[in-house]
T-cell receptor
Framework: AQSVTQLDSQVPVFEEAPVELRCNYSSSVSVYLFWYVQYPNQGLQLLLKYLSGSTLVESINGFEAEFNKSQTSFHLRKPSVHISDTAEYFCAPNAGNNRKLIWGLGTSLAVNP | ETGVTQSPTHLIKTRGQQVTLRCSSQSGHNTVSWYQQALGQGPQFIFQYYREEENGRGNFPPRFSGLQFPNYSSELNVNALELDDSALYLC?????????????FGPGTRLTVL
């Protein structure tokens, strides 16, 4: 069975500080990996994805994530956060024969001035 | 190219009633997935439709049912509403069933059951 664990339910951080949101998954098959972001009172938006190739993937707003196969992790990082980054972040591996997304419980990132 | 749209935006029902939520998939997409997101929780997979056929179902009772139409739009029907059905219902479309293709989400329908 596949599963995903987001190790931090809440991450408070000051503006311009670095942040890391942790995600570990378990799967007996190869996976594709996604990070989605949900801003307050909005739907889910794709932040970045790993399908194949380079293990370091980047988004247009400064986030990056690195696929680590040996540690089965896909942690999300940003070197300097903004208040506008305040949102819920979901790690979602996509694995198995039917390739369904498996959702973590989410990490609430609160950026304070 | 239009994105995924959902209607209505908000809905208030009472226990025992029935509700239909609608989703229009992104142009060119043939797969629709439905999720329930309770307040403060992650999305829970309800079911997926691929080319008008159910293509997988999560741990939801039969009173949650769906349809996909030839134009790949979709409906989620919930019968005999319960208070715990109050949630944000998200629809996501993708190009084909599974295959690691990313899903594009609509803004959701906020259902409140009183």
């Amino acid at each position: 069975a596949q599963s995903v664990t987001q190790l931090d339910s809440q991450v408070p951080v000051f503006e311009e500080a670095p942040v890391e949101l942790r995600c570990n998954y378990s799967s007996s098959v190869s996976v594709y990996l996604f990070w989605y972001v949900q801003y307050p009172n909005q739907g889910l938006q794709l932040l970045l994805k790993y399908l194949s190739g380079s293990t370091l993937v980047e988004s247009i707003n400064g986030f990056e994530a690195e696929f680590n196969k040996s540690q089965t992790s896909f942690h999300l990082r940003k070197p300097s956060v903004h208040i506008s980054d305040t949102a819920e972040y979901f790690c979602a591996p996509n694995a198995g024969n039917n390739r369904k997304l498996i959702w973590g419980l989410g990490t609430s990132l609160a950026v304070n001035p | 190219e239009t994105g995924v749209t959902q209607s209505p935006t908000h809905l208030i029902k009472t226990r025992g009633q029935q509700v239909t939520l609608r989703c229009s998939s992104q142009s060119g997409h043939n797969t629709v997935s439905w999720y329930q997101q309770a307040l403060g929780q992650g999305p829970q997979f309800i079911f997926q439709y691929y080319r008008e056929e159910e293509n997988g179902r999560g741990n939801f009772p039969p009173r949650f049912s769906g349809l996909q139409f030839p134009n790949y739009s979709s409906e989620l029907n919930v019968n005999a509403l319960e208070l715990d059905d109050s949630a944000l219902y998200l629809c996501a479309s993708s190009f084909k069933a599974g295959g690691g293709i990313e899903q594009f989400f609509g803004p959701g329908t906020r259902l409140t059951v009183l």
